[in-house]
């Protein structure tokens, strides 16, 4: 898999039918793989756009260890777990498409996870290997517990 990494911040005011306008800075390093896309939700105030290839690659790897697993018998006392793998798996992700300007339309279901209400701003974050969109609170509380760790970070993953 070819990684071309995605980087800056703007914020976007999302309008009255939930769409977005996607940076052409980040939306064409994300679209350089193909024109699908998925968006997932990330963490509550965050959805994150990855190129649909690398998700699904990333996805299938999973899903298959876990039914080999489950053939195997090995997951036994985690069928619980499995089930709520499965929940969160059936209402995580889908496929989306950036419409002309890289706009977005954040679905239904999508759009609470979200929690920015249509005419207000959104942060939308080049995240390395994916695009996120952020509710500004959000965004701001997750970057200030987060940016003491950018040199040890930099420095282990450039090691």
Known sequence: MSYS?????FART?????RISIPTELAEP????GAQTILAKQQPGCLSLWPAAEW???IEAGIAIVEGKLRAGKLQDQLADVQTLGRLLSTRHRP???AGRGRLSVPEG????LQVEPGTDAMVVGAGLCVEIWKPAAWLAHLESRIPEF???LDQ???
């Open 5 to 9: 990494f995605i980087l800056g911040e």
């Open 14 to 18: 999302l309008d009255e039918r939930f």
């Open 110 to 113: 999508f759009r609470e996870f």
């Open 30 to 33: 994300l679209l350089a793989a």
């Open 96 to 98: 989306v498409q950036l």
């Open 56 to 58: 699904q690659q990333k």
């Open 157 to 159: 993953l450039s090691a």
């Open 151 to 153: 040199g040890r970070l």
